[in-house]
């Protein structure tokens, strides 16, 4: 037994028998010192003022780290004997209390998972706990990486990118991780009796696709994979919020254009970043953009006169520094958070048809309280905008006219403010029957139970 197992726990009675659980599970690390538990049970729902009210002090009773597959069942195979419920948990930068165990019980940490199975060009198999940085890192000699990533690259998981995420830096060319082909196989430990290990390949993964981990615990995945281009960093400044967004569409739409990001911000969101400021003129609209080093060229061509070049240099990931792409997607909001907590922030998807007017319109009626911030990115085969506006947060009464309003107008809302599938996934769900998958791999709802909200227990 290790030492973090023998701290005492809190003094209220335990919830699940943990100890009898401890006892079958034999020699998997464990602990269940509460000041490390309760911080592991967090994620960054604090960014919704709603759920930080809902989700504080939520908390598993004991955090266990499976060294490979075998320990994975092995937990599985004890919780379902003990009716524990189990919550994975890797990198913990999910935004919606995904990983934030509801009911308690056991928080499985499976960043211990995190080798690289085999890659050949184009495809990779790796571990689910291996961070996504460190992947990419280990692909680039062979001239490959992955083919979209989030802003949290640096710190966010493979796995949980493919259950708690939606798309990202990349996304412009290859769509969302919904989009068939951007997740190739996903093999799962399932929460039965007796736990069985499931291969699912093709359509079949999707089941697993940003569902939160209540469909499965994914313990290996086969990614696709995009050329590993010379990134060129660009920053734009363009008078016009408006005009950027036309700017950041033509790029989006050239096709001749290898790119990777393209965010057009409204001032005074530059004013909140850290060292990027110095690129981003008092007053302008900025676009941040990853453009293939071949097609800089081209992309200054159509920028011409109505956008300043204030800044072009290599993706530098390196420690210490900030690449471009943790100004973009969630980290705008982040960036803005680090020194105003007054704000919080929504996710949207623009019509394709009429990106610029549709946000025009949104900026018209909430002037001064939901700035525009825009990913270009592919949906359903068409250039459209993820758009994350960083919203002053006054009321959740004010919150839910904002988010009523935008569905009024045809913008999608995937809403941040809850924790469940049903109510907040939207645009970013696959196409998969996933309560049918949860009856046959999680009968009795143990996995992370309280996301899948309409879910009822096939056996109690
Ligand atoms: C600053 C910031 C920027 C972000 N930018 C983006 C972005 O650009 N794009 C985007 O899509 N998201 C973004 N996110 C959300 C989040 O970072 C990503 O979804 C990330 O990929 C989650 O990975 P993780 O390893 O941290 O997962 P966690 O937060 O640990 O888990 C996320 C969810 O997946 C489940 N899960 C994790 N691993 C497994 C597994 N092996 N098997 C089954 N279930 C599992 C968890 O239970 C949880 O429900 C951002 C968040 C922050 C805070």
Same mark, same amino acid.
């Given at each position: 037994?290790?030492?973090?197992?023998?701290?005492?726990?809190?003094?209220?009675?335990p919830?699940y028998p943990?100890d009898?659980f401890?006892a079958?599970?034999?020699?998997?690390p464990?602990?269940?010192e509460?000041v490390?538990?309760r911080r592991?049970? !967090? *994620?960054?729902f604090?960014?919704s003022?709603?759920l930080?009210?809902?989700?504080?002090?939520?908390s598993?009773?004991?955090v266990v780290?499976?060294?490979?597959e075998a320990?994975?069942?092995?937990?599985?195979? =004890?919780?379902l004997?003990h009716r524990i419920?189990?919550?994975?948990?890797a990198?913990?930068t999910?935004k919606y209390?995904?990983a934030v165990?509801?009911?308690?019980?056991?928080?499985l940490?499976?960043t211990g998972?995190?080798?690289?199975e085999w890659?050949? #060009?184009?495809?990779? !198999?790796?571990?689910?706990g =291996? !961070?996504?940085?460190d992947l990419d890192a280990?692909?680039?000699?062979s001239?490959?990486e992955?083919r979209m $990533?989030?802003s949290?690259k640096?710190? /966010?998981t493979?796995g949980?990118f493919v259950?708690?995420?939606?798309g990202?830096?990349?996304?412009?060319?290859?769509g969302g991780l919904?989009?068939?082909?951007?997740?190739l196989?996903a093999?799962?430990?399932t929460?039965e009796?007796?736990?069985?290990?499931?291969?699912?390949?093709?359509a079949?993964a999707?089941?697993?696709?940003?569902?939160y981990?209540?469909?499965?615990v994914?313990t290996a995945?086969?990614m696709?994979?995009?050329p590993?281009w010379?990134?060129i960093d660009?920053?734009?400044?363009?008078?016009?919020?408006f005009?950027?967004?036309?700017i950041?569409?033509d790029? /989006?739409?050239a096709?001749?254009i290898?790119k990777?990001l393209?965010?057009?911000m409204?001032w #005074?969101?530059p004013?909140?970043?850290?060292? =990027?400021r110095r690129?981003c003129?008092?007053?302008?609209?900025?676009i941040f953009?990853?453009i293939a080093e071949?097609?800089?060229e081209a992309?200054?061509?159509i920028?011409g006169r109505?956008g300043?070049i204030?800044y072009?240099?290599a993706?530098d990931?390196?420690?210490?520094?900030?690449p471009l792409?943790?100004?973009?997607?969630n980290?705008?909001?982040?960036?803005w958070? +680090?020194?105003?907590?007054t704000i919080?922030?929504?996710?949207?998807?623009?019509?394709a048809d009429?990106?610029?007017?549709a946000?025009?319109r949104?900026w018209e009626?909430?002037? *001064?309280?939901?700035?525009?911030?825009l990913e270009?990115?592919?949906?359903?085969g068409?250039?459209?905008?993820?758009?994350l506006?960083?919203? !002053?947060?006054t009321?959740?009464?004010?919150l839910?006219?904002?988010?009523a309003?935008?569905? =009024?107008?045809?913008?999608s809302?995937a809403?941040?403010h809850?924790?469940t599938?049903?109510?907040?996934?939207? $645009?970013m769900? /696959?196409d998969a029957?996933?309560?049918?998958? +949860?009856q046959?791999?999680d009968p009795y709802g143990?996995?992370?139970p309280?996301?899948?909200?309409s879910?009822?227990p096939v056996?109690t």
């Amino acid at each position: 037994m290790t030492a973090s197992r023998l701290a005492v726990r809190d003094q209220a009675p335990p919830r699940y028998p943990i100890d009898d659980f401890l006892a079958d599970i034999g020699d998997v690390p464990a602990t269940t010192e509460a000041v490390v538990v309760r911080r592991r049970s !967090r *994620d960054f729902f604090w960014y919704s003022p709603v759920l930080n009210a809902a989700l504080n002090g939520k908390s598993a009773d004991v955090v266990v780290s499976p060294r490979d597959e075998a320990d994975v069942v092995r937990i599985c195979a =004890a919780c379902l004997r003990h009716r524990i419920p189990l919550t994975v948990r890797a990198g913990g930068t999910g935004k919606y209390g995904q990983a934030v165990p509801l009911e308690g019980g056991v928080l499985l940490d499976v960043t211990g998972l995190s080798a690289i199975e085999w890659s050949r #060009p184009g495809a990779v !198999r790796v571990q689910a706990g =291996a !961070r996504i940085s460190d992947l990419d890192a280990a692909l680039r000699p062979s001239g490959w990486e992955q083919r979209m $990533h989030p802003s949290t690259k640096r710190t /966010a998981t493979v796995g949980g990118f493919v259950a708690g995420g939606s798309g990202g830096v990349g996304s412009v060319t290859y769509g969302g991780l919904r989009d068939p082909g951007n997740v190739l196989a996903a093999r799962v430990v399932t929460m039965e009796e007796e736990p069985r290990i499931l291969e699912l390949r093709g359509a079949a993964a999707q089941a697993v696709n940003h569902a939160y981990g209540t469909t499965g615990v994914i313990t290996a995945l086969e990614m696709p994979l995009a050329p590993a281009w010379p990134w060129i960093d660009v920053v734009i400044a363009v008078d016009d919020f408006f005009a950027a967004v036309e700017i950041g569409q033509d790029l /989006a739409r050239a096709d001749g254009i290898v790119k990777k990001l393209i965010t057009p911000m409204m001032w #005074p969101i530059p004013s909140y970043f850290g060292p =990027a400021r110095r690129h981003c003129p008092d007053g302008k609209a900025v676009i941040f953009a990853m453009i293939a080093e071949p097609s800089l060229e081209a992309a200054r061509s159509i920028v011409g006169r109505r956008g300043e070049i204030t800044y072009a240099e290599a993706t530098d990931e390196s420690p210490g520094h900030v690449p471009l792409y943790e100004y973009t997607w969630n980290h705008t909001t982040l960036q803005w958070l +680090k020194q105003d907590r007054t704000i919080t922030y929504l996710q949207c998807l623009l019509p394709a048809d009429s990106i610029v007017a549709a946000q025009r319109r949104m900026w018209e009626m909430f002037p *001064d309280e939901v700035y525009p911030h825009l990913e270009f990115m592919r949906f359903n085969g068409a250039v459209t905008c993820a758009s994350l506006p960083i919203v !002053r947060f006054t009321t959740e009464a004010r919150l839910n006219e904002i988010i009523a309003a935008h569905e =009024a107008n045809g913008i999608s809302i995937a809403n941040p403010h809850v924790f469940t599938l049903e109510d907040g996934t939207r $645009h970013m769900k /696959a196409d998969a029957d996933q309560y049918g998958f +949860k009856q046959q791999v999680d009968p009795y709802g143990l996995l992370n139970p309280g996301k899948m909200r309409s879910y009822v227990p096939v056996r109690t």
